[in-house]
């Protein structure tokens, strides 16, 4: 009975991806335009023909290299503003109305305005830079401010080294935080620096083979570089997201950890 349910639960995930499939599939059928939509299969075979080129991977080592960018840097800087904003409330207070602009204002905006700050080059860094930064850095704050004020009295009684300190009380509490923050932020990454390639047109980038796919109405051609974009963002989490976790001492750490105090 367990068995079943354990096998059950593992075919799930990939029965839900093929439903979805095979909806698309038929939308693709029951439209019967290929300029309108293609199926999966169509945006798969196209796909396949990319493959071979080595203009297709020099696109997405360029994409991927400058939007990757511009989220470590943010992923950076959000943990140090917010950290520096969790020990100086004076510091957060002038720094909240800068994060709530960069997430109020329309990701056209700063397309626009990196065009002329930046250049069409750099221009998927500066986006993705600019879109994440906020997201990490209220995240790292409020994981900071999560913190269980009894475990750092303990830790000023025993003297606790501030190394200490930071491993074992301070990064559980911000590790869920950063993880949540992550999620999003990636997804949002991948794909502002996706559109303002397609903006500013930067050689060898995946936005500009979005942008000629549209020009010439090469629909499979648009599905099979989304795909890319969906494959590559959904790598690139699980490699964060797994360094992340690292981050976070096991249990049995913990545990040995407070022994010894």
């Not at 221009?123 to 004020?149: C, E, H, K, M, R």
Request: charged share 15%.
């Amino acid at each position: 009975m367990m068995v079943s349910i354990i096998c059950m639960s593992r075919l799930r995930k990939p029965f839900i991806i093929c439903l979805w499939l095979a909806f698309w599939q038929t939308a693709a059928v029951l439209v019967h335009n290929s300029i309108m939509l293609v199926g999966p299969f169509e945006a798969l075979q196209a796909l396949w023909s990319l493959l071979p080129s080595s203009d297709f991977w020099r696109s997405v080592a360029g994409s991927c290299g400058r939007i990757s960018t511009g989220f470590l840097l943010a992923f950076a800087a959000g943990i140090l503003l917010g950290s520096l904003a969790y020990t100086a409330p004076l510091l957060e207070e002038l720094l909240e109305p800068f994060m709530l602009f960069l997430k109020a204002v329309p990701v056209a905006s700063f397309v626009i305005l990196a065009l002329i700050w930046a250049g069409s080059r750099n221009l998927s860094v500066v986006i993705a830079f600019l879109v994440v930064l906020p997201v990490i850095y209220v995240n790292t704050l409020a994981g900071l401010q999560s913190t269980d004020p009894k475990l750092l009295e303990m830790a000023v009684v025993f003297r606790m080294p501030v190394w200490r300190k930071i491993r074992f009380i301070y990064l559980p509490a911000l590790v869920p935080y950063l993880v949540s923050g992550c999620r999003i932020a990636l997804g949002m990454s991948w794909k502002s620096g996706a559109a303002a390639e397609v903006i500013g047109l930067p050689e060898h980038s995946i936005g500009e083979h979005l942008y000629m796919a549209k020009i010439y109405l090469e629909t499979a051609d648009l599905f099979a570089w989304t795909l890319v974009i969906i494959l590559v963002s959904a790598l690139f989490e699980r490699i964060v997201l797994f360094l992340i976790s690292r981050l976070c001492p096991q249990r049995g750490e913990v545990t040995h950890e407070t022994a010894d105090l």
